[in-house]
């Protein structure tokens, strides 16, 4: 299984950017994919969340009205589309993903219980 991260970049306050997590190594039918960020100096913390089974099963507070999740199965890449981006949002963004049954049906996984990781992609949004 792999996950390749892609899109990130330096960009202004306010403006967008997408990114995209190609994968490769499963089917693509039972998953629950998330994307993840890491600040520096900050835990690691769950961004969205979309399964297989149900789509959209999680957005954090921080981002909802700003960011969204979605998927392409016929190109197996599930994007974050990111909008009127904030300084805080400047991380490390992760894509991962759990190919247990129950998750994929839409239980939202804990960080621990990702069987894969990308390997990241960095978001600077400046001021």
């Known amino acids: 299984v792999q996950l390749v991260e892609s899109g990130g970049g330096l960009v202004q306050a306010g403006r967008s950017l997408r990114l995209s997590c190609a994968t490769s190594?499963?089917?693509?039918?039972?998953?629950?994919i998330g994307w993840i960020r890491q600040a520096p100096g900050k835990k690691r913390e769950a961004v969205a969340v979309?399964?297989?089974?149900?789509?959209?099963?999680y957005l954090a507070d921080s981002v909802k009205g700003r960011f969204t999740i979605s998927s392409d199965k016929a190109k197996k890449t599930v994007y974050l589309q990111m909008n009127s981006l904030k300084p805080e949002d400047t991380a490390v963004y992760y894509c991962?993903?759990?190919?247990?049954?129950?998750?994929?049906?839409?239980?939202?996984?804990?960080?621990?219980?990702?069987?894969?990781w990308g390997q990241g992609t960095q978001v600077t949004v400046s001021s």
């Open positions: 190594g499963f089917t693509f039918d039972d998953y629950a």
């Open positions: 979309i399964s297989s089974a149900d789509g959209v099963v």
């Open positions: 991962a993903v759990s190919l247990n049954r129950h998750q994929a049906m839409g239980i939202i996984p804990l960080l621990e219980e990702y069987d894969y």
